[in-house]
């Protein structure tokens, strides 16, 4: 299995600025994905995060709103940028272990509020 | 392309008796399914999966839950419904014969359980 912590737990922010949500997984995994649930949804796939190589985003998501980073195998962050009240939600890391038992574990999640 | 769909937005129950959330999938190949909880301000964990194998898969806190291919569902089942059952619960899949390789998950499905 694998353990993935999340930081900030939770942040209120003023609508125009910037946060970073930071993703550490407590095994080398190839792949982290981050999911967006708003409130009373269904999880929402952003982006897929590989190492080495620039996140695939899906449709609706696009790189300046959300930049993401993967510096190695084990820690991701997104950036949600220039944040409106639309942006407030649930912000969820999760990974897979490469040849393991296929779960996907996530971590706790960040949860945004946009004023 | 791959989904899931859970009709129920809420199931209740009386605890002591059995419960059922149901759960159906559309994949191109074989499925991986999967289902998780998700408690009050916090994150998803998981319940149970099927790969491969017996129709009838057990997991965590006493769920199990059957893969019927020619039904296309995957029905989460529990003999004896607890109070603390109480949460949200999300079914996903994933199809790795259409190279998708994260989870797609339902829009989830609230049990309440009453004393």
């Known amino acids: 299995s694998a353990v993935i912590s999340q930081k900030p737990s939770r942040d209120i922010c003023q609508r125009g600025t910037s946060l970073t949500i930071q993703c550490q997984v407590d095994?080398?995994?190839?792949?982290m994905f981050w999911y967006r649930q708003q409130p009373g949804q269904s999880l929402t796939l952003i982006a897929t995060a590989n190492q080495g190589s620039e996140a695939t985003y899906e449709s609706g998501f696009v790189i300046d709103k959300f930049p993401i980073s993967r510096p190695n195998l084990t820690f991701s962050t997104l950036t949600v940028s220039n944040m409106s009240p639309e942006d407030s939600s649930i912000y969820l890391c999760?990974?897979?272990?490469?040849?393991?038992?296929?779960?996907?574990?996530f971590g706790p999640g960040t949860r945004l509020t946009v004023l | 392309a791959q989904s899931v769909a859970q009709p129920e937005d809420q199931v209740n129950v009386a605890e002591g008796n059995p419960l059922t959330v149901k759960c159906t999938y559309s994949?191109?190949?074989?499925?991986?399914l999967f289902w998780y909880v998700q408690y009050p301000n916090r994150g998803l964990q998981f319940l149970l999966k099927?790969?491969?194998?017996?129709?009838l898969v057990k997991g965590s806190y006493g769920f199990e839950a059957e893969f019927n291919k020619s039904q296309t569902s995957f029905h989460l089942k529990k003999p004896s419904a607890l109070v603390s059952d109480s949460a949200l619960y999300f079914c996903?899949?994933?199809?790795?014969?259409?190279?998708?390789?994260?989870?797609?998950f339902g829009k989830g499905t609230m049990l309440l359980v009453s004393p």
């Open positions: 999760s990974a897979y272990l490469a040849g393991g038992p296929h779960e996907q574990f």
């Open positions: 996903a899949v994933r199809d790795l014969a259409s190279g998708y390789s994260t989870l797609t």
């Open positions: 099927y790969i491969t194998g017996d129709n």
């Open positions: 994949v191109s190949g074989n499925p991986y």
């Open positions: 095994s080398q995994v190839t792949m």
